[in-house]
């Protein structure tokens, strides 16, 4: 199974501010990578995929980069509704499993 | 507009059994593969288990492996999980997802959830 390590567990940022997440893979996963944001009470919303490529109705602050193991999440300009957990997933293989990061909780500074 | 529509979770004892159903609409159903993942309370994200198009191919997260079993009925547009065996490790919400395509990957839709919780 391929591991997912996301850090930090809790970022602080003021609104307006950026913001940077990291996600790690124990092993290579090319460029198969998603983030999602959760917000409480609801499911996870698909932001980025294939690592780089944002989702349909996502806006431009969000973006994503990286491959094989090393991933980021940018937020550009956080705004009030940004403030909410964000995991990443990769699915290299099926067949292997398709696992998540422990995610990255962003609050209010 | 794509909807996945989950039900069938409640109070189980452990060792006991539940099905899990998830209606789907807006979109070609068997042509894409479907996945069910789930989130202990206060937790991460898990992926669980996921079928193909066709229901011919299934995966399994090793932790349910042989104790929880996916399919689909492509004539109702329905996913489906028979869990058996149940834990209390199992409590969680458990989603229904649609994939990008007929195998394995991200997520692009998800429901809105069901909760199981397995307890005496």
């Known amino acids: 199974e391929i591991v997912m390590t996301q850090s930090p567990a809790t970022l602080s940022v003021s609104p307006g501010e950026r913001a940077t997440l990291s996600c790690r893979a124990s092993q290579s996963v090319s460029s198969n990578l998603a983030w999602y944001q959760q917000k409480p009470g609801q499911a996870p919303r698909l932001l980025i995929y294939d690592a780089s490529t944002r989702a349909t109705a996502i806006p431009a602050r969000f973006s994503g980069s990286g491959s094989g193991t090393e991933f980021t999440l940018t937020i550009s300009s956080l705004q009030s509704e940004d403030f909410a957990l964000y995991y990443c997933?990769?699915?290299?293989?099926?067949?292997?499993?398709?696992?998540f990061g422990g995610g990255t909780k962003v609050e209010i500074k | 507009e794509v909807q996945l529509v989950e039900s069938g979770g409640g109070l189980v004892q452990p060792g006991g059994s539940l099905r899990l159903s998830c209606a789907a609409s807006?979109?070609?159903?068997?042509?894409?593969?479907m996945s069910w993942v789930r989130q202990a309370p206060g937790k991460g994200l898990e992926w669980v288990s996921g079928?193909?198009?066709?229901?011919?191919?299934?995966y399994y997260a090793d932790s349910v492996k042989g104790r929880f079993t996916i399919s689909r009925d492509n004539s109702k547009d329905t996913l489906y999980l028979l869990m058996n065996s149940l834990r209390a490790e199992d409590t969680a919400v458990y989603y229904c997802a649609k994939d990008r395509a007929n195998y394995g990957d991200y997520f692009q839709y998800w429901g809105q959830g069901t909760l199981v919780t397995v307890s005496s």
């Open positions: 079928v193909t198009g066709s229901g011919s191919s299934t």
């Open positions: 807006g979109f070609t159903f068997d042509n894409y593969a």
């Open positions: 997933q990769q699915y290299n293989n099926w067949l292997r499993g398709l696992t």
